[in-house]
T-cell receptor, first 113, second 115 residues
Framework: SQQGEEDPQALSIQEGENATMNCSYK?????LQWYRQNSGRGLVHLIL?????REKHSGRLRVTLDTSKKSSSLLITASRAADTASYFC?????????????FGKGTKLSVKP | EAQVTQNPRYLITVTGKKLTVTCSQN?????MSWYRQDPGLGLRQIYY???????DKGDVPEGYKVSRKEKRNFPLILESPSPNQTSLYFC??????????????FGQGTRLTVV
C-alpha cells in the first residue's frame, strides 16, 4: 500500500535554480523522511522531520511538514547538476514500527548545467 | 565503513531455479527489510525483520521467503522464480524498531532478471 505520493513525478530545472518537491500521505504519522536515489543505486537518507516539527534545514535542503494537510515539501536551493536524482518521501504509520517504512513513487529531478 | 552489502549485484536466472540474494550489515542494526523497485510503482516492501528469528510480511510477500538466523544477515529466497519477479531489489537496515525514529541504510541493489 502506497503511503506517500510525491509531486511532481518529474522536474527539470537549470543549475542554480531552486527545486521544490511535494509529498502527500494518507494516515497519521510519527515522522517523515526524505531519501535520494541516484540512478539504479541504493537510497540515501537526507533528512527526517518529526510530526511536532514544522520546518527543518540541512545545508541546501529545507523540509516542511503540515500534518493538518498531511503533506511535506522538500526544497533544494541553488541546485547543482550533481543533485540530479530521484527523491522519495517515506513515512511510518502512527503506531507502526520501523519495519513499516513506506515509500512514495518518487520525483525524478534533472538539473541541467 | 558502515554499510549494507548485497550479493549478487546482477543476476540472470531461469524460471523455477531457486536462488538466494544475500544481505549483510555491519552496524549491529536490529531492523532489516527487503524492497523491490519497479518502474511506475516505486519501492514496495517484501518482508521485514525486527530482530533475530522475528520476521513479518510487507506489502508484496508472495513468492519470497526470508530468514533471520543472525543479526547481521537477512537473505531473500526465491524458491521458484517467475518472470514477474524481474526487478531491482534493495535490502535496508536501521537501528531501532521504534516507529521510524532512525534512518534506513540501503544496500546498492540487486538487479534480477528471470527469463
Amino acid at each position: 500500500s502506497q503511503q506517500g505520493e510525491e509531486d511532481p513525478q518529474a522536474l527539470s530545472i537549470q543549475e542554480g535554480e531552486n527545486a521544490t518537491m511535494n509529498c502527500s500521505y494518507k494516515t497519521s504519522i510519527n515522522n517523515l523522511q526524505w531519501y535520494r536515489q541516484n540512478s539504479g543505486r541504493g537510497l540515501v537518507h537526507l533528512i527526517l522531520i518529526r510530526s511536532n516539527e514544522r520546518e527543518k534545514h540541512s545545508g541546501r535542503l529545507r523540509v516542511t511538514l503540515d500534518t493538518s494537510k498531511k503533506s511535506s515539501s522538500l526544497l533544494i536551493t541553488a541546485s547543482r547538476a550533481a543533485d540530479t536524482a530521484s527523491y522519495f518521501c517515506a513515512t511510518v504509520r502512527l503506531g507502526g514500527s520501523q519495519g513499516n517504512l513506506i515509500f512514495g513513487k518518487g520525483t525524478k529531478l534533472s538539473v541541467k548545467p | 565503513e558502515a554499510q549494507v552489502t548485497q550479493n549478487p549485484r546482477y543476476l540472470i536466472t531461469v524460471t523455477g531455479k531457486k536462488l538466494t540474494v544475500t544481505c549483510s550489515q555491519n552496524m549491529n542494526h536490529e531492523y532489516m527489510s527487503w524492497y523491490r523497485q519497479d518502474p511506475g510503482l516505486g519501492l514496495r516492501q517484501i518482508y521485514y525483520s525486527m530482530n533475530v528469528e522475528v520476521t513479518d510480511k510487507g506489502d508484496v510477500p508472495e513468492g519470497y521467503k526470508v530468514s533471520r538466523k543472525e543479526k547481521r544477515n537477512f537473505p531473500l529466497i526465491l524458491e521458484s522464480p517467475s518472470p514477474n519477479q524481474t526487478s531491482l531489489y534493495f535490502c535496508a537496515s536501521s537501528w531501532s524498531w521504534e516507529q521510524g525514529e532512525t534512518e534506513a541504510f540501503f544496500g546498492q541493489g540487486t538487479r534480477l532478471t528471470v527469463v
